[in-house]
């Protein structure tokens, strides 16, 4: 390690010893969008509903505000990781349900190998096991629950912001989302498939259908894609 990284890897463990991590989230969304919230939108604590939260801080695009002393829902459908984000974010609502087009069914649900592929589409879990060098660890049959039906019975009006990443289904479910009733300011969703041979896609169908429904692209960071409800930007908060 040279001079330069030392001091730099140094300067960085001591400001994570005193404030916590720059960003929790995989390529600095939270940073991003705190910024947005903060600059344009004018909301010091917004609300959040995180769809695939996976973990209570790793990979997280929630975290830094729940650091804040935001709150919100966090959905997470594998029972291992359910418990150990109620534990370590008490302040939020944990579900451990799925995320679908309908309430009151039932779908499986697969473990993978690696926990950020766990999917509750079988086509994805098996092309990651017969073409990405992972495992089905095991199928587990869990309840299903609307974005409409969660945002209905646990905030008094629509969250501020979605944070969504469930392999597969982003698209499906984004389309079942009542944008009349419930419309986010800002949404957060990842928009490129799984890979590890490079063969990876950027799911524009997203960014199609968003922007149709009055949605801009503030940020991409390959992974995720930031939109924020063109309406709010519109009305002169922007801060241009």
């Avoid at 990284?5 to 010893?17: F, I, P, S, T, Y």
């Avoid at 010091?44 to 505000?65: M, Q, R, V, W």
Wanted: with cysteine; aromatic share 12%; hydrophobic share 35%.
């Amino acid at each position: 390690m040279n001079y330069i990284a030392m001091v730099r890897n140094r300067v960085v463990n001591l400001w994570e010893k005193k404030y916590g991590k720059l960003t929790y989230a995989q390529c600095g969304e939270d940073v991003i969008m705190k910024y947005l919230f903060k600059n344009y939108l004018k909301k010091e604590k917004p609300s959040y509903l995180d769809i695939g939260a996976h973990h209570p801080t790793y990979l997280s695009n929630t975290f830094l505000f729940y650091k804040e002393k935001c709150y919100g829902v966090c959905v997470e459908p594998d029972p291992c990781l359910y418990t150990y984000i109620a534990k370590k974010r008490p302040r939020d609502i944990v579900l451990n349900v799925g995320v679908g087009l309908m309430d009151n069914v039932r779908s499986n649900f697969y473990v993978m190998k690696t926990k950020t592929l766990n999917t509750f589409s079988k086509e994805e879990a098996e092309r990651y096991q017969n073409h990405e060098n992972q495992k089905i660890e095991r199928i587990i049959e869990l309840p299903l629950l609307s974005v409409n039906t969660i945002i209905n019975r646990h905030f008094k009006e629509c969250p501020d912001l979605i944070s969504l990443d469930v392999e597969g289904l982003d698209y499906d479910i984004l389309t079942s989302i009542d944008f009349v009733k419930y419309r986010p300011n800002v949404i957060c969703v990842e928009t490129i498939t799984y890979s590890e041979n490079s063969t990876q896609r950027k799911l524009t169908e997203i960014s199609e259908y968003l922007i149709k429904n009055d949605y801009w692209i503030y940020a991409d960071t390959f992974i995720n894609t930031i939109f924020v409800d063109q309406k709010i930007m519109s009305k002169g908060n922007a801060g241009y």
